[in-house]
C-alpha cells in the first residue's frame, strides 16, 4: 500500500514537470535516465493482481453461499448418512397412541405424495385437515439416533406441547423442522394457500410461515429491541402500519420500558421476552417456541401465557408447537401433548386423553433398602455360584408378585429403577385406607421395604417415571 502511495504521488509530480502532453518529460527521447510513467495497474506496484482476486473471491464466496442456502450440502449428509446406517433399527416400546398416528400420518402422507391434486381438491372443501405434518422424522448424530422416527400432524388453532426433560431432544427436533440441521428421514409439510410446502423441496417458501422461538437467545445485539421487531415484521411481509405492528406486540410482551434500548444491555428475561415477540410478530401460520418462559420470573411467565393464548385465539388460527419441562405450562396452554423422552414419543393425544390414562388412580413409590441399591442395577442377571437367583433377588421377585397379586388387574405401569418401584395402580373404586391397609400388610410381609408413598397420580408423576425408568435402562 505504501508503495503504490510512493507510485501515486511520483505520476503526480511527473506530470506536473512535463511539457507536452504524452505523460512523459522526455517526451520521446531514448536516453536510459529518461523518467517515464507509471501505470496505476500494471508493473511492479500496479494494483491489479489486487483487483483480480477481490473480482475472483466474491465470485467464490457467492457460489459457496448460494450452495449453502439451496442446502445442496444437507442433502447429500442426509443420503450419505442414511446409507451408512440403513441397518440401525429401533426396538424402543411404543404407546399405541404413538402407533397409530404415525401409521396414520405415514398414511396421509403417502397419499398426498401419489395423489397431490386430488387431495388438494379434497381438502379444499373439508375444514378437518392436518394443517401440519411431520412425518417420521429421525436424526443422526455420529451414528446416533437422537430423533427416532417422530410423527403428528396438527390443525389450525392446536397447541402441542411437547414435555420433556434436558436432553430428550427437543432442541434437535426444532433444528429440524426449521430446517437448520439436515433431516436423516422423513419430512414435513404445510397445508397453506390451496397448496402444499415441504421442508426441503420447497424450503424457502416453507420457512415463509414459521415463526422460531429458539431455546438460546440469537439475537442482533447491535440493534434495539424496536428495530428487531421491525425488521421481523418487514421480513414476515408486513407493509402498512408496521410501527403500530411493533408497538402492539412490545406491549404484548412488556418491554416498554427498555424497547429503545440495544439488545446487548437487555436482561435474560427480557432477550427471552424479545425472542418471543420476533417468533409472534407478523403472525406466522406455525409457531415453534421451545423452552420459551426459562428464566422468566412468575409474573412474566403468566403474561407469557396470556399472549400465547391471545395468539391462539387470533382469526388466522396458527399451529403453536412448545416445548417444556413444565408440566404445569403444558396443562395451561396446550389441547394436545406428547411426553418425549430420548427422541422419542412415548405417550401422544389431547390434554384429556393424557390425563385420563396417566393422571387417575394412585401413584406407590416403594423404596427399598440400602444394601439392595446395586441389585436393581445389575437386574436378575446376577446369579448364585449353585446356579439358583441371589438372596436379594429372590426377595424382590417375591414383593414384585405380591404386589401384582395385591392389586391385581388394577397396575397399569410398573417401573424399576435404581432402589425403588413405581406402580401405578389405576382403580377408582379403591379407597385411600384400603390401599393404605394393603401396603402396610406388604411391609410387614417383605423386610426388604424400607418406606413406601402412595399419591394421587399427577401428568408430574407419569413424566418423572418415563423419564426415570428410560434412565435406568440405560445404566
Not at 439451496?70 to 404413538?98: C, D, H, M, P, Q
Not at 377408582?428 to 402396610?440: A, G, L, S, Y
Request: proline share 2%; net charge neutral.
Amino acid at each position: 500500500m505504501f508503495q503504490f502511495s510512493s507510485q501515486a504521488v511520483w505520476n503526480y509530480n511527473l506530470e506536473n514537470r512535463a511539457d507536452c502532453e504524452n505523460n512523459d518529460v522526455c517526451c520521446g527521447d531514448d536516453e536510459e535516465n529518461c523518467e517515464q510513467y507509471q501505470s496505476y495497474y500494471y508493473g511492479q506496484y500496479g494494483i491489479c493482481c489486487q483487483l483480480t482476486a477481490m473480482y475472483i473471491s466474491t465470485l467464490v464466496y457467492f457460489l459457496i453461499m448460494t450452495i449453502l442456502e439451496a442446502k445442496f450440502t444437507s442433502k447429500w449428509s442426509e443420503k450419505r448418512l442414511v446409507y451408512l446406517n440403513k441397518n440401525l433399527t429401533g426396538s424402543e416400546e411404543e404407546n399405541i397412541n404413538v402407533l397409530q398416528e404415525y401409521q396414520r400420518i405415514l398414511n396421509v402422507y403417502t397419499e398426498e405424495q401419489k395423489r397431490p391434486k386430488e387431495m388438494l381438491e379434497m381438502y379444499n372443501t373439508n375444514a378437518n385437515v392436518d394443517f401440519y405434518l411431520v412425518n417420521r422424522v429421525k436424526k443422526m448424530y455420529n451414528l446416533i439416533r437422537v430423533v427416532k422416527g417422530v410423527s403428528f400432524g396438527l390443525n389450525r388453532g392446536d397447541c402441542l406441547g411437547i414435555l420433556g426433560n434436558k436432553g430428550s431432544g427437543k432442541t434437535i427436533m426444532f433444528r429440524v423442522l426449521t430446517g437448520m440441521s439436515p433431516v436423516n428421514t422423513g419430512g414435513a409439510r404445510i397445508y397453506a394457500n390451496d397448496r402444499f410446502y415441504y421442508l426441503y423441496k420447497n424450503y424457502k417458501r416453507y420457512l415463509r410461515f414459521i415463526g422460531f422461538c429458539p431455546q438460546n437467545n440469537t439475537l442482533i445485539e447491535i440493534l434495539t429491541g424496536r428495530e428487531l421487531l421491525h425488521f421481523f415484521a418487514k421480513i414476515r411481509g408486513v407493509t402498512s402500519d408496521t410501527r403500530l405492528e411493533v408497538t402492539k406486540w412490545i406491549n404484548l410482551i412488556g418491554l416498554e420500558d427498555c424497547a429503545d434500548n440495544l439488545c446487548r444491555d437487555y436482561s435474560h428475561g427480557n432477550k427471552r421476552k424479545l425472542s418471543i415477540g420476533i417468533a409472534l410478530v407478523g403472525a406466522p401460520l406455525i409457531v415453534m417456541l421451545d423452552e420459551p418462559t426459562t428464566g422468566l420470573d412468575p409474573i412474566s411467565r403468566k403474561r407469557i401465557w396470556k399472549v400465547i393464548k391471545t395468539v391462539q385465539n387470533q382469526t388466522m388460527k396458527p399451529c403453536i408447537i412448545l416445548s417444556s419441562s413444565n408440566v404445569e405450562e403444558c396443562e395451561a396452554l396446550c389441547n394436545k401433548m406428547v411426553i418425549l423422552v430420548n427422541g422419542q414419543f412415548k405417550s401422544l393425544g389431547t390434554m384429556s386423553n393424557i390425563k385420563e390414562e396417566y393422571a387417575t388412580g394412585f401413584i406407590i413409590k416403594i423404596k427399598l433398602s440400602i444394601h439392595l441399591m446395586s441389585v436393581l442395577k445389575t437386574s436378575t442377571e446376577d446369579i448364585s455360584n449353585n446356579g439358583e437367583p441371589a438372596p436379594d433377588d429372590k426377595a424382590i421377585n417375591l414383593l414384585v408378585n405380591d404386589c401384582r397379586q395385591t392389586f391385581v388387574g388394577c397396575i397399569t405401569r410398573e417401573d424399576k429403577y435404581i432402589g425403588v418401584i413405581n406402580y401405578h395402580v389405576k382403580d377408582r373404586t379403591k379407597k385411600w385406607n384400603d390401599i393404605f391397609k394393603e401396603m402396610k400388610e406388604l411391609k410387614n410381609k417383605h423386610t426388604i421395604i424400607e418406606d413406601y408413598d402412595i399419591s394421587e397420580a399427577t401428568l408430574e408423576d407419569a413424566f418423572v417415571t418415563m423419564s426415570e425408568s428410560n434412565k435406568s435402562r440405560l445404566i
